[in-house]
């Protein structure tokens, strides 16, 4: 019995260290990847183009489905909120209060930028993946073309833009909290709106928007990481866009994480 443990030791000593060298593999791959990206930039008109066609893809593109979730996100954040205070000495207030704190810190950022990385993310990785798997990439390298510049740059800047895109989200967030809680009869418009104005702080604006722009990088760089370095077939690809989702998520929740203590500690 005490060889047989012995065994399972090693064995699970083994994967260990075999799971983190892989693991910092992929560290030192996609630095790499990060440096070559700012190597031998394509030429400002191509790249101007790219950007457009990107900021339309990624940001304008988005804009539609994540307001619709962010209008109902503020309308369930009030309404439960509501249904929770039974105390009547609570004022109503607490309803506008609990929302805008709700969407401002967490919901609009983090909870956004994970529906981000499942319909980003996985554009971005499936289109890379698919340039790779029909020879496009190594066109691009026979042509002269740094495909990492041509490739995720564009991204990378086009996402720079995605601040913007989540302050709508705020705004539809708050007003599907007001519209639930005023036309639902939870809180009159007055109470509301005292609530949003209670205690008021505007660095959870500015930190918000920082943990904005950390995740708006990770959303363009870790998919084309994995569609760039994909290997395979096109049944490969759709693997590799649910792997870059899987780590794109590990990513931004590690990352909120670290920021908050950070920022609000």
């Known amino acids: 019995m005490n060889k047989f443990n012995k065994a399972l030791n090693y064995v699970g000593l083994f994967l260990s260290i075999f799971t983190t060298m892989r693991f910092l593999r992929h560290i030192g791959r996609y630095m790499i990847m990060l440096y070559g990206v700012f190597k031998r930039p394509t030429k400002a ?5 790219l950007i457009l066609k990107e900021i339309d893809d990624l940001i304008i593109g988005s804009l539609g489905i994540t307001a619709f979730i962010s209008l109902f996100m503020g309308a369930v954040v009030a309404l439960q909120t509501a249904l929770n205070l ?53 066109a691009l390298e026979v042509m002269g073309i740094n495909p990492l510049n041509y490739l995720i740059f564009p991204k990378i800047i086009a996402l720079l833009f995605y601040p913007f895109l989540i302050a ?30 209670d205690s008021f702080i505007p660095w959870h604006v500015a930190y918000a928007f920082i943990k904005t722009m950390v995740f708006g990088l990770m959303l363009a760089t870790i998919p084309s990481y994995h569609g760039y370095y994909m290997e395979g077939g096109a049944l490969e690809v759709g693997k590799a866009s649910t792997t870059s989702f899987v780590w794109t998520c590990v990513a931004i929740i590690i990352a909120n994480y670290i920021l908050t203590q950070l920022l609000l500690s």
Do not use: H
């Open 168 to 197: 709508i989200i705020m705004f539809v967030g708050i007003a599907g909290g007001y519209l639930a809680a005023v036309y639902g009869g939870l809180s009159s418009s007055e109470d509301f709106i005292v609530g949003l104005q």
């Open 45 to 49: 008109i191509v790249l101007k183009e």
């Open 86 to 138: 039974d105390n009547p000495l609570i004022p109503k207030s607490l309803i506008g209060f609990a929302t805008k704190q709700s969407i401002i810190l967490e919901f609009a950022p983090t909870f956004i930028s994970v529906i981000m990385a499942g319909k980003v993310g996985s554009y971005v990785t499936s289109s890379i993946g698919s340039m790779r798997v029909t020879e496009q990439i190594d």
